[in-house]
């Protein structure tokens, strides 16, 4: 058993990462200011012996008491959305946020745990993305705040392992989806979930033939705590290697809903990546670890755990 905090606790992945770690007899610390995160998403752990819930702002302040294993960064806004709405908090929270972390890790000889993203990658090049692809980001666009600040936390989380020789930890994460989203968090999944609930139209961004690969939250949790447990630095992609075009996932959305909502065609938003999909080689050979939920599947939760929350 070991006593782990988890920044950003209360989001859509961090909860799910909350309940595997209690679930597996684990401690859990659960930091998180709600900016994004929700109290609805813990509502169910709060009375746990193994949690504990502090509501603090990761980039100001991040003393816990006590003995601490394990620190897992995973606490930022992630939607495009956000990018534009709370910017500077985004470039707070990637540093400052990181910077608390690690020194957190480092006070009690801990494991240091970063929830880095593919967006690491950008508009990437290179295609599938290795771990070893240096990325292609507009260090000054609208999506600079977001990758930017995850290339720094990379940095310095690199920087804490050299010079203080901290045990730590590296994921990129590709687009991962599931129960918990924010119903207007403004991300693909969720919106045409919704919008196919509700009989409106799917809003789709330019032409539709950009890709993602979606990666079910299940799937990148357990992913993630297989390199936690590993030993392994790192960096290491943790996502789905089927790649679908964004029209292909509206197809299969408005399947899975069986509804009967129209495509509505949107301008692309600055710098959207043209299109994105994992190397998986370092995943499956260091972790042993393999995603296993299929897109139509994983929508199909999805789009239950909408349906229930949004009483459609
Ligand atoms: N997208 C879309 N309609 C939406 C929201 C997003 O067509 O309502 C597109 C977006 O332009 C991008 C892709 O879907 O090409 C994935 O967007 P998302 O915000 O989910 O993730 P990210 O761009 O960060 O990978």
Redesign the pocket.
């Known amino acids: 058993m070991a006593r782990i905090v988890i920044t950003g606790g209360a989001g859509f992945l961090g909860s799910h990462m909350c309940d595997r770690l209690v679930e597996r007899g684990d401690e859990v610390v659960c930091v998180d200011n709600l900016v994004t995160g929700r109290a609805s998403n813990i509502e169910h752990l709060v009375d746990h012996e193994r949690f504990e819930f502090l509501p603090l702002d990761v980039s100001e302040e991040l003393d816990v008491e006590g003995p601490v294993d394990a620190v897992m960064h995973l606490a930022s806004p992630?939607?495009?959305?956000d990018f534009d709405r709370i910017p500077i908090e985004i470039l707070q929270v990637g540093s400052y946020g990181t910077h608390l972390g690690l020194e957190l890790a480092r006070k009690n000889q801990a494991v240091f745990h970063l929830n880095s993203t593919?967006?690491v990658y950008g508009d990437p090049h290179v295609h599938p993305q290795p771990e070893t692809y240096w990325g292609n980001v507009n260090p000054i666009g609208p999506?600079s705040v977001?990758d930017e600040a995850k290339r720094f936390a990379e940095a310095m989380t690199m920087a804490y392992h050299r010079t203080h020789d901290l045990d730590v930890r590296i994921v990129r994460t590709f687009?991962t989806?599931g129960p918990r989203m924010r119903p207007d968090d403004?991300?693909?999944?969720?919106?045409?979930i919704v919008?196919a609930l509700k009989g409106e139209p799917?809003?789709?961004?330019?032409d539709?033939s950009?890709t993602?690969s979606f990666c079910y939250v299940d799937d990148q949790v357990a992913g993630q705590l297989a390199l936690l447990d590993s030993g392994h630095v790192g960096p290491v992609n943790i996502g789905n290697e089927h790649e679908f075009t964004?029209a292909e996932?509206?197809e299969k959305v408005l399947a899975a809903t069986n509804s009967s909502s129209p495509i509505e065609s949107?301008p692309?938003?600055k710098d959207?990546?043209t299109q994105?999909k994992p190397d998986l080689t370092i995943a499956r050979s260091v972790l042993g670890w393999e995603p296993q939920v299929e897109l139509a599947e994983g929508i199909t939760k999805t789009a239950t755990h909408f349906a229930t929350e949004l009483n459609l």
Request: proline content about 9%.
């Open positions: 992630a939607s495009p959305v593919s967006e999506r977001y687009n989806y403004g991300r693909v999944v969720s919106n045409f919008q799917l809003t789709m961004y330019g539709g950009q993602r964004v996932l509206a949107l692309l938003p959207d990546p994105r």
